[in-house]
T-cell receptor
């Protein structure tokens, strides 16, 4: 059973607010990811990390930032939220190596910006 | 980019067999993964192929041909609960990242 947790599950905020979506995993996985997914649409990789102090941008341009100070924690921050940021954000983790594509996902954070 | 193509939607009958195809760009390929995603939920891992051939896992099997950049997911003895989106995802060497296709929405009808 996957042990990866995201908070908040649901968030409704006004334009211009700063928000942080939290993601924590207890599996000791080196690699962590943030994907963005609109309803019925594909997952887009926005950030990933190989380990502590490593962060990379994904394929989808995003105004969010991430940090990886501890292995188990990979928060995503939006400095100034806009309605275009309304989406579901999925955090995932995996081991290194050839099975690094076997991702364990959190339940997601559904963000609505008014 | 890494073009991953799969049909947008498919319909099948309960108890039948369905095959979902996926093609991808082969450069930098390092493994192919299939995921299932029910509406409103996160994806869950189904299967993994890194070498050519068929991998069987209960009612689900996945096939890979690396030279053709082609994979398929085979679902047997379909059940209503198999109605979901099936995502083909490719693990690429460059950056060690997993890229998802747009998913195939499978509807299983009685």
């Amino acid at each position: 059973e996957a042990d990866i947790y995201q908070t908040p599950r649901y968030l409704v905020i006004g334009t211009g607010k700063k928000i942080t979506l939290e993601c924590s995993q207890t599996m000791g996985h080196d690699k962590m990811y943030w994907y963005q997914q609109d309803p019925g649409m594909e997952l887009h990789l926005i950030h990933y990390s190989y380990g502590v102090n490593s962060t990379e941008k994904g394929d989808l341009s995003s105004e969010s930032t991430v940090s990886r100070i501890r292995t188990e924690h990979f928060p995503l921050t939006l400095e100034s939220a806009r309605p275009s940021h309304t989406s579901q954000y999925l955090c995932a983790s995996s081991v290194r190596g050839s099975r690094g594509g076997e991702l364990f996902f959190g339940e997601g954070s559904r963000l609505t910006v008014l | 980019g890494q073009n991953i193509d799969q049909p947008t939607e498919m319909t099948a009958t309960e108890g039948a067999i369905v095959q979902i195809n996926c093609t991808y760009q082969t450069s930098g390929f390092n493994g192919l993964f299939w995921y299932q995603q029910h509406a409103g939920e996160a994806p869950t891992f189904l299967s993994y192929n890194v070498l050519d051939g068929l991998e069987e896992k209960g009612r689900f099997s996945s096939f890979l041909s690396r030279s053709k950049g082609y994979s398929y997911l085979l679902l047997k003895e379909l059940q209503m609960k198999d109605s979901a989106s099936y995502l083909c995802a490719v693990f690429y060497n460059q950056g060690g990242k997993l890229i998802f296709g747009q998913g195939t929405e499978l509807s299983v009808k009685p």
